[in-house]
């Protein structure tokens, strides 16, 4: 009964910000995670249960948030790289740097979490600044750029780590991935700090124009005198920083530092995130909101497909076809011909899309300024 | 009469929102050069694409010497012997002449390339035209002008009895014109029609036979180009009175307003090897300066000096009397100089941001990236902008690139004019943008300058030099070849300037 509930009001709730998204770019992002859950509340059995524990939440929809946090923050600093024309790979091997020096202080060197942490984090800023000054400063391909630290980074890993997998069970380290707060995981409170923070850095300062503008066309952004070699600078600094995040979470999951596994191949998820999110691989506009929801969605596939039982092997493929099918929806070419499909369901949301908080649904519209 | 070549009757096409094409008639005979004139928007762009496929045609029929078509792609239409050269050349750059000519059309052995046969075809291709290029050379490493050859030779290639012209010469000089205008000539009596767009009225009157003239869609008239005056023809592009258009273009500058004496800026011996040689300048505040000369005679580079996007290895650079160095435009913007640069595609507008943004982005980014401008101010700004320059736009928030370029340009202005500068360079403002544009660009400069801005004006138009500057300097092959002012300014003066220096060449 309560579930039951629960449900309706959160089908009401994400029904309503739907609608009141429904001229933006994240609607088709959005939307998609919405179908995925729609489908789950019917043929996924106890994909919608929640249970109480300790006064911590627990279920599926929980985990996707929890299990997503790595490739949201990830994506937080991959669309802005992305947004300047360029793309960032080393983020994967980043996560693998900052987990063997964060567990290697904690443990070997017998360091306190907060320094280690904060060496972790110091590092993969370092990280990202090489990658910004070979892209902004000698002008390298971002894609070669970035691939210097994507192969060689897990290398540098490694001799942090000596080749060992380190363990750890410093109760600071393990809180970051496991830990709650607010009945919550913790990493949803980490990751939405991490977002607002980001959304004032770029959508309060004139930097998120700057970004666009120098993605969009670099020589005329320089003539218009913007510092765009120090635009792009930024852009892989901070994605250094996601990536160091996201590294000290992934290790505080498994409470060890695997300098092999740690973050593989999360780099392409983060791109599939950005572009699921609606921003172009071209770079100029970006949608923030859009990647980290697009981030939570690839999250959300690999859950459900978790839950239905696909064996890991296989769970590829389901995961390629939904997001074709999503970045075709995401297509105007392909939407204008579907577009009479959908107008019966804007009857239904549309009195509790007006009923919404205005902060909210400005706060939403203001990462997409595209009418 | 015999059949004609082209045939056009009632093409129509309709965008969402707005009809480009309103039952347009277009006849083209053998061995004519037809002019198809109008502003910007007029619908040029859009008949040529839908007559070739570009875009499916929503009414009309189309019959080439007298068999009903309607190509479906632009293929078809070079199949079927109707090629267009474009504005922009559209050749790969990394290519060589030969492949460029042969491209998507190669002679095969079994799916082999036929080298052989490839050379010769361009050679054949070439030959029509009177040139000979070495064919295995990158096509980047020739001229714009000759790519443009190369791109009408492609053109011819395909056997065509109609070749199609649009704006081939908005990137060449004068004597690049001549050369293409020599060879039209000769096609011309060969028998192939030529259909020929342009805003360059001189060219006009120089090459074509008939002019067909557009307007919102709409066809204003097709009349014999020696029976129809100038001022004519520009009052059936416009839409406006003789007289009215007459009064457009006779205002000569005065020199009533310029304050001081004291230069705004000046430039001493400055330059840059294997870019410009060193030269001096001096522009004083509500003073137009004119920079005139041939293509490729260092005028961009010249600007580009001023405005810190190059640096210079000698020389200096003096504002209000205080020596400057730029590093980078940040530096020459600190310093109230803007510049609109020549190429507005590569270095001008960002096309996916909206009017708004493209007009706040300057003054954004000498603001710096925390003291942001906020929505509202930005939104009055762009406002103030779209109505003083009268910028068509259906609304701030449109997307720049949905402009058309005299608007683009308008906007850019705009940008540079929210900074307040001192010194506005101005690098070929007016180029390929239509003549009611220009008028309203002219007549801004000359209120800028009214209100004790300094302009340096560049223009390959010499009339537009002549009518805007009180000061003009000449350049050639990258070096100052003279400066004139006032009463000496003339377009003759600057030709015979330009000239001199060109038979001193032919002697040395």
Same mark, same amino acid.
């Given at each position: 009964?309560?579930?039951?509930? /629960? ?47 300790? *006064? ?67 590092? /993969? ?36 780590? !000596? ?11 393990? =809180? ?35 970004? !666009? ?26 994605? *250094? ?25 999360? !780099? ?18 970006? =949608? ?17 497909? =978790? ?45 509790? *899309? ?18 | ?39 910007? %928007? ?23 010497? %007298? ?77 714009? &002008? ?8 492609? &053109? ?7 070749? $199609? ?58 009349? &014999? ?12 592009? $416009? ?7 007459? &009064? ?44 005139? %000369?041939?293509? %490729? ?7 580009? #000096? ?42 001008? $507008? ?8 493209? @007009? ?30 009268? @910028? ?6 449109? #997307? ?19 900074? +307040?500068?001192?010194?506005? $360079? ?38 537009? @030099? ?16 003279? +400066? ?19 038979? +001193?060449?032919?002697?040395?």
């Amino acid at each position: 009964m309560i579930n039951w509930v /629960s449900d309706l009001l959160f089908w009401l709730f994400f029904g309503a910000i739907l609608y009141s998204l429904r001229h933006q770019r994240i609607f088709w992002t959005v939307g998609a995670l919405g179908l995925l859950m729609l489908f789950n509340q019917f043929f996924t059995p106890g994909f919608f249960h929640v249970q109480l524990l300790d *006064g911590h939440f627990y279920g599926s929809r929980i985990d996707v948030l929890n299990q997503g946090a790595k490739v949201m923050l990830l994506s937080l600093g991959m669309v802005l790289v992305i947004a300047t024309g360029g793309v960032d790979l080393s983020v994967g091997a980043v996560m693998a740097i900052s987990a063997a020096v964060s567990s290697r202080l904690l443990v070997t060197e017998h360091q306190p979490a907060g320094i280690a942490i904060a060496a972790a984090l110091l590092i /993969s800023v370092v990280a990202g600044a090489w990658n910004g000054l070979l892209v902004a400063g000698f002008g390298i391909q971002p894609i070669i750029a970035t691939l210097v630290l994507m192969v060689a980074g897990r290398g540098v890993a490694q001799l942090v780590t !000596e080749g060992q997998i380190i363990n750890f069970l410093d109760p600071t380290m393990v =809180y970051l991935g496991n830990g709650h707060l607010f009945a919550l995981p913790f990493t949803v409170t980490l990751v939405l700090v991490m977002l607002i923070l980001t959304l004032f850095l770029v959508r309060r300062t004139a930097l998120g124009l700057f970004i !666009e503008s120098v993605g969009d066309n670099y020589e005329a952004s320089r003539y218009s005198g913007i510092n765009a070699m120090q635009v792009k600078f930024l852009v892989y600094t901070f994605s *250094g920083f996601c990536a160091g995040l996201a590294g000290l979470v992934a290790c505080s999951n498994i409470k060890s530092a695997d300098a092999n596994n740690i973050g593989l191949y999360l !780099e392409l998820d983060a791109i599939l995130a950005v572009v699921v999110g609606g921003t172009s691989l071209v770079g100029g506009r970006f =949608y923030l909101v859009g990647a980290v929801v697009g981030a939570l969605f690839i999250q959300a596939l690999t859950t459900t497909l =978790y839950a239905r039982n696909v064996s890991s092997d296989v769970s590829p493929v389901p995961k390629a076809l939904v997001i074709i099918a999503v970045c075709l929806f995401e297509s105007d070419v392909f939407r204008a011909r579907m577009a009479p499909l959908f107008r019966p369901l804007g009857r239904i949301f549309k009195p509790l *899309g007006s009923r919404l908080p205005r902060k909210l649904v400005t706060a939403l519209r203001h990462d997409s300024p595209e009418p | 009469m015999a059949t004609p070549l082209l045939e056009v009757k009632a093409l129509s096409k309709g965008f969402p929102g707005v009809k480009a094409l309103d039952a347009v008639d277009l006849t083209v005979q053998a061995g004519e050069i037809h002019a198809l004139m109008g502003e910007n %928007g007029a619908g040029k762009s859009t008949f040529i694409k839908v007559l070739t496929g570009v875009f499916p045609r929503d009414a009309g029929e189309t019959r080439l010497e %007298g068999k009903m078509i309607a190509p479906k792609a632009p293929r078809e239409a070079e199949m079927l012997g109707m090629s267009t050269v474009y504005q922009e050349v559209n050749l790969i750059p990394h290519l060589s002449v030969a492949e460029n000519i042969c491209l998507g059309r190669q002679p095969t052995w079994f799916g082999a390339i036929r080298w052989a046969a490839i050379t010769r075809r361009a050679r054949a291709a070439l030959a029509r035209l009177d040139l000979s290029l070495d064919l295995k050379r990158q096509l980047s490493s020739y001229s714009i &002008a000759i790519q443009q050859m190369v791109a009408i030779a492609r &053109a011819l290639d395909i056997s065509a009895k109609l070749l $199609i012209l649009d704006e081939p010469t908005s990137s060449l000089d004068k004597l690049e014109v001549e050369e293409l205008f020599k060879k039209l000539r000769k096609l011309r009596e060969g028998g192939l029609g030529i259909i020929f767009i342009t805003h360059f009225l001189d060219q006009v009157y120089e090459i074509s036979d008939l002019i067909t003239v557009l307007r919102n869609g709409h066809r204003v008239g097709c009349y &014999a180009t020696k029976d129809l005056p100038r001022i004519k023809l520009v009052s059936h592009m $416009i839409g406006k009175d003789v007289q009215e258009v007459e &009064a457009l273009g006779q205002k000569r500058a005065s020199t009533a307003t310029i304050r001081s004496n004291r230069p705004m800026l000046e430039a001493k011996g400055l330059g840059r090897k294997g870019f410009i040689q060193p030269l001096d300048l001096e522009i004083r505040p509500g003073e137009v300066l004119g920079l005139a %000369g041939l293509l %490729g005679s260092g005028r961009t580079e010249t600007a580009r #000096l001023l405005f810190g996007v190059d640096r210079p290895d000698q020389g200096t650079i003096l504002i209000d009397g205080r020596a400057v160095k730029f590093n980078s435009p940040r530096a020459a913007i600190r310093c109230r100089i803007a510049l609109t640069p020549e190429d507005r595609k590569v270095a001008g $507008i960002i096309p996916n941001l909206t009017v708004r943004e493209n @007009i706040i982005l300057a003054l954004q980014a000498s603001r710096g990236t925390w003291r942001r401008l906020s929505v509202p101010e930005q939104e009055k700004l762009a406002d103030r902008f779209i109505r003083s320059l009268d @910028i068509k736009t259906p609304s701030r928030e449109q #997307l720049l690139r949905n402009l058309s370029g005299g608007n683009q340009q308008k906007a850019l202005l705009a940008r540079w004019l929210a900074t +307040e500068p001192k010194l506005f $360079i101005l690098d070929e403002p007016t180029r390929g943008i239509d003549v009611g544009a220009k008028a309203e660009i002219e007549k801004l400069i000359q209120s800028l300058r009214q209100e004790g801005l300094a302009v340096l004006f560049i223009s390959s138009e010499l009339e537009e @030099i002549v009518r805007q500057s009180q000061r003009v300097v000449i350049l050639r092959d990258r070096r100052k070849v003279g +400066e004139l002012a006032e009463a000496e300014i003339s377009a003759e003066a600057i030709m015979q300037s330009i000239a001199t220096a060109d038979t +001193e060449r032919t002697v040395a």
